[in-house]
């Protein structure tokens, strides 16, 4: 699917130019060190470092955190539900204030839809479903803002470079500062209006085949 993905040229999901604007990339695992010296379960001191960091930059967001193991997730009991703490994150971030627009990279249609409630989760997200020569994947929003769940409806079309949300301000997007988790999924394995964006480390090869790296989409270059 990631080959058939390389042919095509896709709208923006956000209104940067990651060619040509300054961009940071922001690290959020423990060789980090200024993240251990912070309440990183006091949403807007965690909201003021990563702002002073893009600020720092003169960057217009921060991007990062694909296959990434994260420290961030201790500040969450939502990633410590197993004997196994969740901590490889399997989407990208993009880290910009709350209000910015959000857009369809392709035309898709509405698969499934919900607000995930609760500290540290997705808060309101929106998973759209493509086609792409005859192969479907689904790529996820999480991190919206309420009004974006007004009135749709599965099924919905959104044309390529169509709105679709906002990025939404905290507590209502999870709990965080504000950003778009983005993620490219081939399999939902079941799963409507929510799916894992966070994995075990003993379970990273097996997500990793499912969950592909989306900076073609979103014109990021490595």
Not at 51 to 57: D, L
Not at 73 to 96: P, T
Not at 194 to 199: E, K, M, P
Request: glycine share 8%; with cysteine; hydrophobic share 35%.
């Amino acid at each position: 699917m990631l080959e058939t993905i390389k042919k095509y040229k896709f709208q923006a999901v956000v209104p940067f130019d990651f060619q040509h604007d300054i961009v940071y990339e922001i690290d959020l695992t423990e060789n980090n060190s200024e993240l251990s010296e912070l309440n990183l379960s006091d949403t807007a001191l965690f909201n003021e470092y990563v702002t002073r960091k893009i600020e720092q930059a003169n960057a217009v967001c921060a991007i990062g955190g694909y296959l990434e193991n994260r420290y961030i997730y201790r500040r969450s009991e939502h990633f410590q539900q197993n004997d196994e703490v969740r901590s490889i994150h399997l989407g990208i971030d993009i880290w910009a204030p709350a209000g910015t627009p959000v857009f369809a990279p392709l035309t898709g249609k509405v698969h499934s839809f919900q607000n995930n409630k609760g500290f540290g989760d997705y808060g309101p997200t929106i998973i759209l479903e493509h086609q792409l020569e005859e192969k479907t994947f689904y790529t996820l929003y999480g991190h919206l803002n309420e009004e974006c769940l007004v009135d749709l409806f599965e099924g919905k079309v959104f044309e390529a470079g169509e709105q679709i949300a906002e990025f939404g301000d905290f507590p209502i997007n999870g709990d965080w500062p504000p950003h778009l988790h983005f993620q490219v999924i081939t399999d939902m394995l079941g799963c409507k209006g929510d799916f894992a964006g966070v994995c075990q480390p003993s379970k990273l090869e097996t997500y990793a085949k499912i969950c592909l790296d989306g900076a073609t989409i979103l014109g990021i270059t490595r």
